[in-house]
């Protein structure tokens, strides 16, 4: 077994232990629901720890199962990017009585039982 010189074997602890504590900081400051509960520093009990990564595990896999064949499609066949503009020569009648009066609703409707 290979074994690493003291010094280098300090230097990597030392690593481990800042990319530890920075990952511990992601997951306190971090708004994303359910990481906090997983990779945070602050005291969390081991079961929601577990339940948290379980559903983090299972949204991720359910995303990609999603998300895998629609970017398969959009990779594989042609993509086209059409512009219409058949709704601009539109025959729709424009309304004829609009009523926006919230003030007097009783003046309104007594007007319209005339």
Known sequence: ????????????????????????????????????????????????????LLVLSVSGVCAAAVLLPILNLYSEDQVT????TDYLHFDTPFPAVTLCELSNVTAVKAYINQ
């Open 1 to 52: 077994m290979n074994m690493l010189k003291p010094k280098k074997r300090n230097k990597v602890l030392a690593s481990l232990h800042s990319v530890r504590n920075q990952i511990g900081y992601f997951g306190d400051k971090s708004s994303l629901h359910g990481v906090r509960y997983v990779i945070s520093t602050s005291p969390v009990s081991v079961l929601k720890r577990i339940f948290w």
């Open 81 to 84: 990017f059409l512009v219409e």
